[in-house]
């Protein structure tokens, strides 16, 4: 199965992904939507980690370690991120990065 | 094919003007990436993205949402000033990135690599030696404790003062 598929078209599907990602991240106002482009550039990465382990170096894991301890940090900052945006919205009741003026309070 | 399908649902989870949607096409997004490393043979990654993100990630983000805005709400319309902007700079960034990568001749040596058991992802995970990953996993231990921690204190309402 993985024979019919050069590297190349995985890496620019990822490629693709990650600036979709950018994209969303610098249109968008609210907070959780940025998040949301964070997470899809999040797993371009993971997907060139894992490809470029696959066919290039298959016999240690590196890039198989890397895309778990990228999902682990992943999952942290997003519980942290949205713990923010929680206490933020029940302080200013918005999430909109615009009106976010001050953090210090 | 299956790649279209990712990368129309990646655009429409950011383009998109209500933020459920945007967070179940991010859903189709994850179950599209999980699919791509079963096609690359690494069932433990698949099933380790199926679970965190879409049973820990996805559910914290549509919490969050349904919690801080109507369902009805519309996300305000973008200008198309910035709309440009962010689409130039994107564009700009992929056709670099894109011509490196058909211009570089990769030598891919895909050996038909023996299955990958769990039993030896969690050896070589806490092995010391070489390409053995104790340190990264400690480190990482912690750094979930601190973030567990981080969230309970940020998130916690601060009690009233007694006036």
């Not at chain 1, 940025?34 to 382990?53: C, G, T």
């Not at chain 1, 990228?70 to 009106?99: C, H, K, M, P, Q």
């Not at chain 2, 433990?44 to 965190?52: H, I, M, N, R, S």
């Amino acid at each position: 199965m993985i024979e019919d598929i050069p590297l190349s078209h995985i890496l620019i599907v990822s490629t693709l992904i990650f600036f979709t990602g950018v994209y969303g991240f610098l249109t968008r106002k609210n907070m959780i939507t940025m998040l949301i482009s964070v997470e899809l550039v999040l797993n371009a990465v993971n997907i060139n980690f894992v490809a470029i382990d696959r066919y290039l170096y298959s016999d240690r894991l590196e890039g198989h370690f890397f895309a778990l301890f990228v999902i682990g940090i992943a999952a942290a900052e997003a519980a942290v991120a949205i713990a923010i945006f929680i206490n933020l919205y029940r302080n200013i009741r918005s999430i909109d990065v615009d009106e976010v003026t001050e953090m210090k309070y | 094919m299956g790649s279209a399908l990712v990368l129309i649902f990646a655009i429409m989870s950011v383009t998109s003007r209500k933020l459920l949607r945007a967070a179940i096409f991010l859903l189709f997004v994850l179950i599209g990436v999980a699919i791509f490393f079963l096609v690359l043979d690494y069932m433990f990654l698949a099933a380790v993205q199926v679970v965190v993100y879409m049973g820990g990630i996805l559910v914290l983000f549509i919490f969050s949402i349904l919690l801080t805005s109507h369902l009805s709400e519309k996300l305000q319309v973008v200008k198309p000033v910035e709309i440009i902007i962010a689409a130039l700079v994107s564009l700009i960034g992929a056709s670099v990135v894109l011509s490196v990568i058909t211009n570089h001749r990769f030598n891919p040596v895909v050996a038909d690599s023996p299955e990958i058991t769990v039993a030896e992802i969690g050896t070589q995970l806490l092995s010391y030696g070489k390409y053995g990953y104790v340190l990264p996993f400690e480190v990482i231990s912690i750094l979930l404790l601190a973030a567990m921690v981080a969230a309970i204190v940020i998130a916690k309402r601060e009690k009233k003062p007694e006036s």
